[in-house]
T-cell receptor, first 113, second 114 residues
Framework: KAGVTQTPRYLIKTRGQQVTLSCSPISGHRSVSWYQQTPGQGLQFLFEYFSETQRNKGNFPGRFSGRQFSNSRSEMNVSTLELGDSALYLC????????????FGPGTRLTVL | AQSVTQPDIHITVSEGASLELRCNYSYGATPYLFWYVQSPGQGLQLLLKYFSGDTLVQGIKGFEAEFKRSQSSFNLRKPSVHWSDAAEYFCAVGAGSGYSTLTFGKGTMLLVSP
């Protein structure tokens, strides 16, 4: 089985711009979660989508949004970028049912200048 | 709210020596616990998980962890460390609807000396 894929792997943006990151889960997985990883704050949960619905949400401002498509692929959008949004954004997929483990993609490294 | 503490930011171990990485959690219900490893520039790889049952769980790459409810701990161990084990290790607790929200510790960076 192919693993979780994330595109693009690297991204450079300037303050005020917006960005869209993409995640393709493992085939058959219906849950996609997004995490932000920074040196200062560590790994923080952004949100989770299951069957095209946001099921869980972390404590991030409304500039961070996401969606999931019928094929379970997910996108994450950040509007009005700030310097502090520079981070590694990780996507994880899982079956989404019962207690389950999450499988992570390689991440998208976002740099905001 | 749940939380995870990894008290050691860095640990240096000699190759061939044993390893124990500490993890303490705070969670009001039955915890679902995980250990992940991250190599530089990479995503997270699951080493092992505890959902229920036997409190000593075996994982990949020769790692094991023991769940101790009385101490709210889930320490990771390996009897003999290899240079390739050098990486950052994260302990996490699963919560939320579907236990899909992972709360991570700050991580422990493992350095392996020759």
């Amino acid at each position: 089985k192919a693993g979780v894929t994330q595109t693009p792997r690297y991204l450079i943006k300037t303050r005020g711009q917006q960005v869209t990151l993409s995640c393709s889960p493992i085939s058959g997985h219906r849950s996609v979660s997004w995490y932000q990883q920074t040196p200062g704050q560590g790994l923080q949960f952004l949100f989770e989508y299951f069957s095209e619905t946001q099921r869980n949400k972390g404590n991030f401002p409304g500039r961070f949004s996401g969606r999931q498509f019928s094929n379970s692929r997910s996108e994450m959008n950040v509007s009005t970028l700030e310097l502090g949004d520079s981070a590694l954004y990780l996507c994880a997929s899982s079956s989404g049912q019962g207690v389950h483990e999450q499988f992570f993609g390689p991440g998208t490294r976002l740099t905001v200048l | 709210a749940q939380s995870v503490t990894q008290p050691d930011i860095h640990i240096t171990v000699s190759e061939g020596a044993s390893l124990e990485l500490r993890c303490n959690y705070s969670y009001g219900a039955t915890p679902y616990l995980f250990w992940y490893v991250q190599s530089p520039g990479q995503g997270l790889q699951l080493l092992l998980k505890y959902f229920s049952g036997d409190t000593l769980v075996q994982g990949i790459k020769g790692f094991e962890a023991e769940f101790k409810r009385s101490q709210s701990s889930f320490n990771l161990r390996k009897p003999s460390v290899h240079w390739s084990d050098a990486a950052e290790y994260f302990c996490a607790v699963g919560a939320g609807s579907g236990y899909s929200t992972l709360t991570f510790g700050k991580g422990t960076m493992l350095l392996v000396s020759p």
